[in-house]
């Protein structure tokens, strides 16, 4: 049993930043691979970015490559996903998840979520 838990959400004009955390209770093993996936009203839960523990391996959705950028803190347990150039269409709830298996683009793969939190970007 994994608790993931997200704070840093917020509301910010576009062009701003946010930076939101991601805190673990279990423990995330080197070879294990973290994420953020979003969801806005009326759309699925769409892939945002992903990081394998050690920090060896990211992966950004098309949409966030080179504004987002995806990291963590080990000694923490913690996830983090730094926005940056944020657009109204980042709006949405924003959740971490634990890799279980299969690709990581896919949120069928994850098997522990947090409750997200609230991004809400506006021009």
């Known amino acids: 049993q994994v608790q993931l838990v997200e704070s840093g959400g917020g509301l910010v004009q576009a062009g701003g930043s946010l930076r939101l955390s991601c805190a673990a209770s279990?423990?995330?093993?080197?070879?294990?691979?973290m994420a953020w996936f979003r969801q806005a009203p009326g759309k699925e839960r769409e892939f945002v970015a992903a990081?394998?523990?050690?920090?060896?391996?990211?992966y950004y959705a098309d949409s966030v490559k080179g504004r987002f950028s995806i990291s963590r803190d080990n000694a923490k347990n913690t996830l983090y996903l730094q926005m940056n150039s944020l657009k109204p269409e980042d709006t949405a709830v924003y959740f971490c998840?634990?890799?279980?298996?299969?690709?990581?683009?896919?949120?069928?793969?994850?098997?522990?979520w947090g409750q997200g939190t609230q991004v809400t970007v506006y021009s």
């Open positions: 998840a634990r890799h279980y298996s299969g690709s990581v683009y896919e949120r069928e793969s994850f098997n522990f």
């Open positions: 279990g423990r995330i093993f080197s070879g294990d691979f």
């Open positions: 990081i394998r523990w050690s920090g060896s391996s990211t």
